[in-house]
């Protein structure tokens, strides 16, 4: 199963992605996305994969489909927050290299990082 919620404000449409996206959910959440898309005019696409459980090709083919949609229409597009597990597969396809990742679900890093701070 999965989650699609979109929101549209002042350009930017804003979808939070969450549960399973992959071979079975894709179509369905490249639709919903498309549908919204063609009902605004947006300049900017925010993905929010930050309650996203699983993702595999065919998921990572519908974040690459809006990236493309996006720029065919002079627009941006960028992930907002993904989940730990959501951050490796676009760690390992290299999707952050081309789309930017402002943000993320997982457990903030202290500061000074690990192996800082006092006993070490």
């Not at 009902?39 to 930050?50: E, N």
């Not at 390992?92 to 402002?102: E, G, H, L, S």
């Amino acid at each position: 199963m999965v989650r699609v919620e979109a929101r549209f404000l002042g350009g930017t449409l804003s979808v939070a992605i969450g549960g399973e996206l992959d071979l079975y959910t894709a179509a369905e959440v490249a639709d919903r996305i498309d549908r919204a898309l063609d009902d605004h005019v947006v300049r900017q696409l925010d993905l929010d994969l930050g309650a996203v459980s699983f993702i595999d090709s065919s998921g990572l083919g519908v974040i690459f489909g809006r990236y493309k949609k996006m720029r065919h229409r002079g627009g941006h597009m960028q992930i907002t927050r993904v989940s730990p597990v959501a951050l490796r597969v676009l760690q390992m396809a290299f999707v952050d290299r081309i789309i930017p990742v402002v943000g993320s679900a997982g457990p903030r890093p202290r500061a000074g990082g690990e192996g800082s701070g006092h006993g070490s």
